[in-house]
């Protein structure tokens, strides 16, 4: 069809007015925000790293997700006042109980097995029952969306699928799918489809309310144990050119510990504009990232590194304090004060220049590239995190580096007098 540029069916009405539409797609948008909140909430307590790594990229598509709704809906004639708003008591309860989810199978059954696959089929839906000329900016939209459900929900089948190989047992999460089942039933569906139910399901678990863990997990089955500090790595070649590069490429592994890090100040961190959250996303997504970059070079190498201690020095030691001084920790303790010479020009430059290895040239380019963007987020955010200017935030800052210091001196000393 060459005519109506290729949209096909102008000429029928299509199931949705202006009101209608965007009351669905507000209930679409709220469901990806609370799936971006549950995998921040999650993913410093989840044990497996290929789940750590893999929450990390699909919170910043929910984000993503979110937030193109969120700018659909306000076309739509639709008060801004009403993104505040939870659609639908059955569906808060439903992620109030998600997020208790006690493991990993049972979190990747009610993500990938219940809540990305019943969103898949209302926006299959959704584009089939719309008008596609009058509605074709939300058409063109969860075109993209139901495009990375579909990535996302065949990655969590292949997770699924390597965890029963391994001996875990999809029985132990059979009640949890059944009542994610039950809630999203009772809720009337993804779009409310089903119309909501009068009887509103009882709670389960979320009679406790979700805390984030104190200690980040590690999966001790198949990596080394938590470490504090740094983690030597044994058998380094004797040119010292090779031991830094190495050195290097572990330091980038270990960025899995300030995601962790920036995963709890996005779940603790509450009634903060959208626009911080997406930020935040996409700067967890490019710590994952990172972390990736240093797992991807110690394997080209033949590096063992998950048999090595696992750093969590990042999220650990800092958990107790408040948000605004995790995130001011590291975007502007860290993050910031890398972009002063020698810092992440000296990286890339060492791997360029001195070590010549192509694939972390290429890695700690893209790494400096991003912490520049990471420097001007804390610049950005903090302070109306904390309700004052960026020169009080870097004090702040400098004082909790100082803080820092001490407890890994002390952590060092008494891991050299237990030998």
């Known amino acids: 069809m060459i005519s109506y540029a290729g949209i096909t069916n102008p000429f029928g009405t299509g199931a949705y007015s202006v009101e209608q539409n965007s009351k669905v797609l507000r209930r679409y948008r709220y469901i990806h925000e609370q799936l971006f909140r549950l995998g921040a909430g999650q993913l410093p307590a989840r044990a497996h790293w290929h789940l750590k790594a893999a929450l990390g990229k699909h919170l910043y598509e929910d984000a993503e997700a979110a937030g193109s709704l969120r700018w659909r809906i306000l076309e739509l004639r639709t008060s801004p006042m009403l993104l505040q708003k939870d659609p639908n008591v059955t569906l808060t309860l439903l992620f109030e109980e998600l997020i208790h989810a006690e493991s990993d199978i049972e979190l990747l059954v009610g993500v990938y097995r219940v809540m990305k696959p019943a969103l898949l089929k209302a926006y299959t839906q959704h584009m089939t029952d719309t008008q596609p000329l009058v509605d074709y900016p939300t058409v063109r939209l969860l075109k993209s969306l139901s495009s990375d459900l579909r990535e996302q929900i065949e990655w969590g089948e292949g997770m699924i699928e390597a965890l ?4 875990e047992s999809l029985e132990l999460s059979a009640e949890f799918e059944t009542r994610i089942l039950g809630y999203l039933e ?11 139910s009068t ?7 979320s009679g ?15 990596m080394g144990s938590p470490a504090m500090g740094r983690t030597a790595i044994p058998n380094l070649p004797d040119d010292p050119v090779q031991i830094r590069l190495i050195q290097m490429m572990k330091a980038r592994q270990e960025e899995m510990s300030a995601v962790e890090n920036l995963a709890s ?10 626009e911080f959250y997406q930020d935040l996303a996409r700067h967890l997504w490019d710590e994952v990232r990172h972390a990736l970059f240093g ?6 190498e033949g590096i063992d590194w998950m048999a090595l201690r696992q750093y969590v020095g990042g999220y650990d030691p800092i958990i107790g304090k408040l948000p605004a001084q995790r995130y001011a920790l590291l975007s502007i303790g860290f993050e910031e004060k890398a972009m002063r010479r020698p810092g992440k020009i000296a990286e890339y430059e060492f791997c360029r220049d001195d070590a010549k ?4 040239e290429r890695f ?4 400096w590239a991003d912490e520049v963007t990471h420097a001007a987020f804390g610049r950005k955010w903090t302070p109306e995190m904390f309700g004052e200017d960026l020169d009080y935030v870097r004090q702040v800052a400098e004082v909790d580096m100082a803080e820092r210091e001490k407890f890994f001196q002390a952590w060092a000393k008494l891991q050299e007098a237990e030998g």
């Open 164 to 167: 029963q190989r391994e001996g």
């Open 186 to 196: 009772a809720a009337g569906g993804i779009s409310g489809e089903h119309g909501t």
């Open 199 to 205: 009887h509103v399901p009882a709670r389960w678990r």
């Open 208 to 222: 406790n309310v979700y805390e984030m863990p104190k200690q980040a997990v590690r999966d001790a089955k198949r």
């Open 265 to 274: 100040v996005i779940y603790d961190l509450k009634l903060m504009p959208w």
């Open 295 to 300: 797992q991807a070079a110690l394997e080209a």
């Open 357 to 360: 290895h192509p694939l972390m």
């Open 364 to 367: 700690q380019d893209y790494d």
